[in-house]
């Protein structure tokens, strides 16, 4: 009888290292990446197999057989491209920068914050509303009421770019959520993440994280809309009337 065995899973850390030696890699998607990975160092992708990799490994993978000094046959390489993949294996051996250090997730249980919405943040780096809904690497979920804000989960959206309904992966992701912030979205994207019950807030310009969410913060302790209202608790008959959106984007 015959025994098949599967593959441990990729750890939180090892995906986000993958996922952002791909962005430094344009022309190589994150499954070719992950595909030359395995071929150099196996199938079980940890951190110990990926500090093995180097840049000579990645130049062979993806058809870039130069020497190191940028040449072979008299043809000079790409100095981008050389400076791409040694960028790369930098984040792959896990060399960080202080950009892309997460903030702390604060203790939270769920019902000890009456009157509160759950927010998603679309984040690239750090405490930022940075990224597209489709292609963010990461959302920042918060526990909000007029007078609280909490960070109470980081949800890596890394296995998405490996799923057959990408968006679909995403909106199961923050399924729990109210509202999510996004610098961008596209109209098919949207559709259905109202379809989810959840409400896309697009502000193209981005930045801080909860200084945008402690604007919220006033909207909810003096005019909440009516949707709003309804997810906080409050009585049909205490809510704002004749509420207008205010337009993010």
């Known amino acids: 009888?015959?025994?098949?065995?599967?593959?441990?899973?990729?750890?939180?850390?090892?995906?986000?290292?993958?996922?952002?030696?791909?962005?430094?890699?344009?022309?190589?998607?994150?499954?070719?990446?992950?595909?030359?990975?395995?071929?150099?160092?196996?199938?079980?992708?940890?951190?110990a197999a990926l500090s093995r990799i180097t840049v000579t490994n990645l130049?062979?993978?993806?058809?870039?057989?130069?020497?190191?000094?940028?040449?072979?046959?008299?043809?000079?390489?790409?100095?981008?491209?050389?400076?791409a993949l040694k960028e790369a294996v930098r984040i792959l051996w896990g060399a960080k920068d202080e950009a892309e250090a997460l903030p702390t997730i604060e203790p939270y249980q769920d019902g000890e914050m009456p009157h509160s919405v759950r927010i998603a943040v679309a984040s690239n780096n750090r405490e930022l509303l940075d990224g597209h809904f489709g292609s963010c690497l990461r959302y920042l979920v918060y526990q909000l009421s007029a007078t609280t804000l909490k960070l109470i989960d980081i949800r890596s959206a890394l296995e998405a770019d490996l799923s057959d309904d990408r968006n679909?992966?995403?909106?199961?992701?923050?399924?729990?959520?109210?509202?999510?912030?996004?610098?961008?979205?596209?109209?098919?994207?949207?559709?259905?993440?109202?379809?989810?019950?959840?409400?896309?807030?697009?502000?193209?310009?981005?930045?801080?994280?909860?200084?945008?969410?402690t604007d919220l913060q006033t909207v909810i302790a003096t005019a909440p809309p009516p949707w709003m209202a309804k997810v906080l608790g409050i009585a049909e008959g205490d809510r704002v009337k004749n509420y207008k959106a205010i337009e993010a984007s």
Do not use: W
């Open 168 to 213: 679909g992966f995403r909106i199961n992701l923050i399924r729990d959520c109210h509202v999510v912030y996004i610098v961008s979205i596209g109209g098919p994207a949207a559709a259905k993440v109202v379809q989810a019950g959840i409400y896309p807030m697009k502000l193209i310009e981005g930045g801080e994280a909860k200084a945008i969410l």
């Open 1 to 47: 009888m015959s025994t098949t065995t599967s593959n441990p899973p990729i750890s939180n850390e090892v995906a986000l290292r993958i996922a952002l030696a791909a962005r430094v890699l344009p022309e190589i998607s994150l499954t070719e990446l992950i595909e030359a990975l395995q071929d150099n160092v196996g199938e079980v992708l940890n951190e």
């Open 59 to 83: 130049k062979t993978a993806f058809g870039q057989t130069y020497d190191l000094d940028g040449e072979e046959e008299g043809e000079d390489a790409n100095a981008g491209d050389i400076a």
